[in-house]
């Protein structure tokens, strides 16, 4: 598909163009024909084109009203909605596009400086999804799948590796893309089904894990001091010495268990 549609900086488009890139992503959707499939800003639809051929169920999702009217143009037939991917109601659309118990499959080049609202928009919405492949920063991407004790885990380690199975795919050099970027990205798969959840109230875990992080080079006693004051239980004491990124995403569990529960 060709456009000669100028990339917004004010949106963070950098408009993919690799075949081979394409072709991948496509195919670690690992979706089948009848599967309903939604595109994440499909900008011009360099993806968008091999997703109508191979899926006869595809809507996509853009807030880009020029980017519409290229693809309205160039793919008629493609049910393409205009609107924000943040303020998406995946219940509502997973309901008419029919997914059942089996879930949405999600596919996008994510614009860099709204990731992480996105990727924790889809983990709100995971009881809706099956499958997530999804591009970002590499930096960001190695985030998600970072083990304890490391320096690029935290927060978004944590969470998705508790309510979603994080998968690193590939790079995505940045002569793929126009504009390039300055940064590599890199492609994740997000798997949503058969997660067994954490025997955790939600909200309470995500204020632990911000909190803790939000000073990731303090000890827990320290960082969660006035949260502790507010909750009913304490802290483990073998916690108390260690610093947020010593604790596996299960133990983040444990901690906000005993803080909360008592």
Not at 99 to 114: D, E, M, R, S, W
Not at 203 to 228: D, E, H, I, Y
Request: aromatic share 6%.
């Amino acid at each position: 598909m060709t456009s000669d549609l100028r990339p917004k900086k004010s949106l963070g488009q950098h408009f993919l163009h690799d075949r081979h890139a394409i072709a991948r992503i496509v195919a670690a959707l690992d979706a089948k024909q009848d599967d309903p499939v939604v595109e994440i800003g499909p900008g011009t639809g360099a993806l968008t084109r091999p997703l109508t051929e191979r899926f006869a169920r595809l809507v996509a999702l853009e807030v880009d009203e020029r980017a519409i009217a290229v693809l309205q143009a160039e793919l008629p037939d493609l049910d393409v909605r205009h609107g924000d991917v943040l303020n998406a109601d995946w219940a509502a659309l997973a309901e008419e596009m029919g997914a059942g118990k089996h879930g949405l499959t999600v596919v996008g080049n994510l614009p860099y400086y709204i990731t992480s609202p996105i990727l924790f928009a889809l983990l709100d919405a995971r009881r809706h999804l099956r499958r997530a492949v999804v591009m970002m920063q590499k930096e960001v991407a190695e985030r998600l799948v970072a083990e304890p004790r490391t320096k690029a885990y935290g927060i978004l380690s944590v969470q998705l590796q508790l309510w979603a199975r994080p998968s690193y795919l590939f790079t995505v050099k940045p002569g793929a893309f126009s504009p390039p970027p300055k940064v590599d990205s890199a492609v994740v798969a997000l798997d949503f089904a058969g997660i067994e959840e954490p025997d955790v109230n939600e909200n309470q875990l995500r204020t632990v894990v911000r909190t803790a992080f939000g000073q990731r080079r303090k000890m827990l006693r320290s960082s969660l001091k006035g949260l502790a004051k507010q909750a009913p239980g304490s802290i483990p004491e073998p916690m108390q010495t260690l610093r947020p990124e010593a604790l596996a995403p299960d133990e983040f569990v444990a901690l906000t268990r005993a803080l909360f529960d008592g």
